[in-house]
């Protein structure tokens, strides 16, 4: 009932830069913090950024300074800009969403980025 649809993953170059985007819709009122979280080849999924109802941000070390999230309330929905990308990035990248309690999940959208 609750659905997210991420887009902007491609394939880039060392240095490049994408946008990632997700859009909740369904039968909900309500979103109190979404994210994006990444799980590279062979690797554990991580959490990148969150971004809660209040303002707040958090963004892991390895893309500190690279990657900025914001949101659009209205829109429900949450934007991932990344820049100077490098190898160690690529992954499939998950949006997720807090609603009313309950953790939601995306798709996923491959992001590559090349030598």
């Known amino acids: 009932q609750v659905q997210l649809v991420e887009s902007g993953g491609g394939l880039v170059q060392t240095g490049g830069s994408l946008r990632l985007s997700c859009a909740a819709s369904?039968?909900?009122?309500?979103?109190?913090?979404m994210g994006w979280y990444r799980q590279p080849p062979g690797k554990q999924r991580e959490l990148v950024a969150r971004?809660?109802?209040?303002?707040?941000?958090y963004y892991a070390d390895s893309v500190k300074g690279r990657f900025t999230i914001s949101g659009d309330n209205a829109k429900r929905t949450v934007y991932l800009q990344m820049n100077s990308l490098k190898p160690e990035d690529t992954a499939v990248y998950y949006c997720?969403?807090?609603?009313?309690?309950?953790?939601?999940w995306g798709q996923g959208t491959q992001v590559t980025v090349s030598s």
């Open positions: 971004i809660i109802s209040a303002g707040g941000t």
């Open positions: 369904g039968s909900i009122f309500r979103i109190n913090d």
């Open positions: 997720a969403a807090v609603i009313r309690g309950v953790l939601n």
